[in-house]
Structure formats: C-alpha cells, structure tokens
C-alpha cells in the first residue's frame, strides 16, 4: 500500500508537471509572437477596417475551431464576419463570398491541402486573401495578398496535437479584432447593441434601466420619527432596503437603510422610534446619475461595500434607487 501511494505521489507530480510545462510553453510563445506585430499587422487591420465586405474566416482541424472564435469575435466587436470551411467552400459555399470580401486563413503548416486549394478560386474572385501562418515560404503564405507570420512552434506535450501554434493563432485573431475595433472608434453602446443577453450586454445597461422610480421610491421628509420611516420602507412596493431622505428643495439630504436599523438595535435594544431621522440617517450618502453605466454603479456598490445607492438628477433631487436585490435578479453581478 506504502509503495502503491508512493507511486501515485510520483504520478500525480509528474502529471502537474506536465500541465504546467503546456502553460509555461503557451506563455513563451505568445511573448515570442508578440514581437511580430509590425507594419504589416497594421497593415492588415488598416484593411480590414477599410473593407466594404466581410471577413470571412477559414482553416481546418484545430485551426478551424480557432477561426470560428477569431470569426465570432470580429463580428460581436463591430466587423460583419462569418466562417467558412474550405472543404465546404469548395462544393458550392464559396457562393457566400463576394468580391468585397476578405478571407483571413488560419494554419500553422502552411500547406493543407483544401486551405491551399482554396486560395485561387477566392483570388479569382477578386477578394483579398489574408493569411496567419508559420511562415511566408509556406504554400499558404506565397498565395497570399498578406501574410502575418506567426512563427514555427514544437507543440507542447508529446505534440501529437496542436496546442502551442493555436494558442499563437488565438492570439494574433484576437490582437487583429481588438486593432480594428480601436481603429473603428467601437464604442460601448454599439457593443451592447451586438450583445442584448448575457452579463456583459446587461452590465453595459444605464442605470435608469435598473433603478427603482416612482412610487417605488420611499422617501422621508428628516423630521420624519423613525417608526414612520420604517413603516413606509415595508409598505413601498417591492420593499427597499433603504429610504431617502428628502430636505429642503426636495433635494437628497441622507439615506437610511435596513443596515442602519440593524446597527442601531445592536447599540440600543430599547431604541426610542420617535426619533428623528435626521438624527441617525446616513448624511453623505452615495448616488449615482440615471444615465451613468450600470457597470459604473456597479463598482460603486462593491467598493463601498453598500446595498443601496441614490439615483439623483443634475439638482440633486432623488429619481430613483438602485437596489443590489434588482442587480441580482438581473444576473449583472
């Protein structure tokens, strides 16, 4: 038994070892890769952003699935893209392609067979041929209007598979998409536009899209007893975990919180409830505009630490709360 755990000790030592070498040689060639972003990688996002068409995105095997990727960012970061396969592409899909188009080819070799066979027919067309590849003397680097050279790699492990090139790959699609998305100007409302669903879409929302208004808002005047601003907090729809206290000019003087409460009961068991809120409420209290990001108000709530936040108009007149309870259940944090 002694010997048997000995042996699996050594085992799993060996496998961490491994695994980390897959890490450490992905590290390296990513840092290697980085240096050849050039004037040509300018070059080929200068074109892409100028293109009247599509990228549409190819390569086979593992360096398919990373053109779908590299595709499916493009298109969610303001570049019109599709993939396409190049067996496919050969039996009737290359009809999807039009002259205005770019084809942005995806292998480490240099030399697959369909990919290489590809390239006339695109060319013919009329369309640009963009290629990342190990190598400009490549098949696939000769045929090309533009090559980005990505540099010949040992894949990790036993490298019966690709693992190394295709992290490279990774990383000169996404390099490409983020290029042209600074060069396009992309902005965070048309990336919310690609992305209505999912927590980033949401976390790019305004806070008025949110907030709690209307009759949703309990608000207090700062001479209101503290038995009455809790009974208004239970009997505002939706019960909010804080009330706003209005002042003079109807504008935020102090916020109160369940929070509050609890610490006061902690202080006092015998709390007088005819106190004034104006005596206990919170004075400085956090608030946010209804045309701020969410995403910003986000951060506010996690940096204090706090549950709710006041949503104010440029006179400081509260229109609205924003409570962390609705943030859940809009799964935006």
């Given amino acids: 038994m002694a010997v048997r755990a000995k042996n699996g000790k ?37 074109r892409i952003t100028k293109l009247r068409g599509r990228v549409v ?29 190049p067996t496919d592409a050969l039996h009737g899909d290359l009809g999807r392609m ?24 695109v060319k013919r ?13 490549s098949s696939l680097g000769r045929e090309s209007d533009l090559v980005l050279e990505m540099g010949r790699y040992e894949e990790a492990g036993h ?21 042209v998305l600074h060069l396009r100007g992309f902005s965070e409302e048309e990336f919310h536009q690609n992305h209505p669903g999912g927590s980033l879409g949401r976390r790019l929302k305004r ?52 929070g509050d409460l609890r610490r006061l009961l902690e202080e006092n068991e015998q709390l007088d409830l005819s106190t004034k809120i104006r005596e206990v409420m919170g004075r400085s209290p956090k608030t946010v505009r209804a045309d701020d990001r969410l995403s910003d108000a986000i951060r506010l709530l996690q940096d204090f630490r706090i549950d709710q936040v006041a949503v ?8 609205g709360l924003l409570d962390v309870q609705d943030l859940l259940a809009l799964r935006v944090i």
């Fill in 10 to 46: 050594l085992q799993n030592a060996a496998l961490r070892l491994r695994a980390r070498q897959v890490f450490e040689e992905g590290a390296k060639a990513l840092h290697r890769s980085a240096g050849a972003v050039d004037d040509t990688f300018v070059r080929a996002a200068r």
């Fill in 57 to 85: 995105v190819t390569g086979i095997g593992k360096a398919g699935f990373i053109a779908q990727k590299v595709s499916a960012t493009l298109a969610s970061t303001g570049t019109p893209s599709l993939y396409l396969h």
């Fill in 98 to 121: 039009t002259p205005d188009d770019l084809l942005l080819a995806f292998s480490h070799s240099g030399e697959t067979e369909e990919l290489v066979r590809l390239l006339g027919p």
């Fill in 125 to 137: 067309m009329g369309a640009f041929v963009l290629a990342v590849t190990g190598t400009r003397a």
């Fill in 159 to 179: 490298g019966l598979a690709p693992t190394t090139s295709t992290t490279v790959m990774l990383g000169f699609g996404d390099a490409l998409a983020v290029a």
């Fill in 207 to 258: 806070v008025k899209d949110a907030m709690r208004s209307g009759d949703r808002v309990p608000l207090v005047k700062p001479t209101a007893p503290l038995r009455e601003v809790i009974a208004v907090m239970s009997r505002t729809p939706g019960r909010p975990g804080a009330a706003l206290v209005v002042g003079p000019k109807s504008r935020l003087s102090g916020i109160f919180t369940d």
């Fill in 312 to 319: 104010v108009d440029r006179t400081g007149k509260p229109v």
